[in-house]
């Protein structure tokens, strides 16, 4: 019975080691993922909004009527303008094709609204 217990430990062991090290991704690759994403304390745009407050404004305007979008053609306008400015710093951030398919989105409806 101890025997068993003590290849069971030792298998557990070996898969837990075998797993960690094939599914841990290197330092150099979760550097290289991370540096194409802009940090959350950075600023863009002339109002200097950060891709969190980008995503919240994109999100609260997706919740308003298409009656109520009429009047957003301003806050789209500053809002492409800090996604253009992400862009161009940090051009191949995952976040960015989300958040410009919800901006040309609000754009479709800000237009129809008028």
Not at 75 to 89: C, T
Request: with cysteine.
């Amino acid at each position: 019975m101890r025997a068993i217990v003590i290849i069971v430990a030792a298998a557990c062991a070996l898969v837990s080691f075998h797993t960690a090290t094939v599914a841990a991704p290197s330092s150099s690759t979760r550097v290289s993922s991370l540096s194409r994403m802009a940090p959350a304390d950075e600023y863009f745009g002339r109002l200097k909004e950060s891709v969190l407050e980008i995503r919240n404004r994109l999100d609260a305007l997706d919740l308003r009527s298409d009656a109520d979008m009429a009047g957003s053609r301003r806050e789209l306008d500053d809002l492409q303008n800090a996604i253009r400015d992400w862009q161009h710093k940090y051009p191949a951030d995952p976040w960015l094709p989300r958040m410009t398919r919800m901006l040309m989105r609000d754009y479709e409806r800000a237009d129809g609204a008028g």
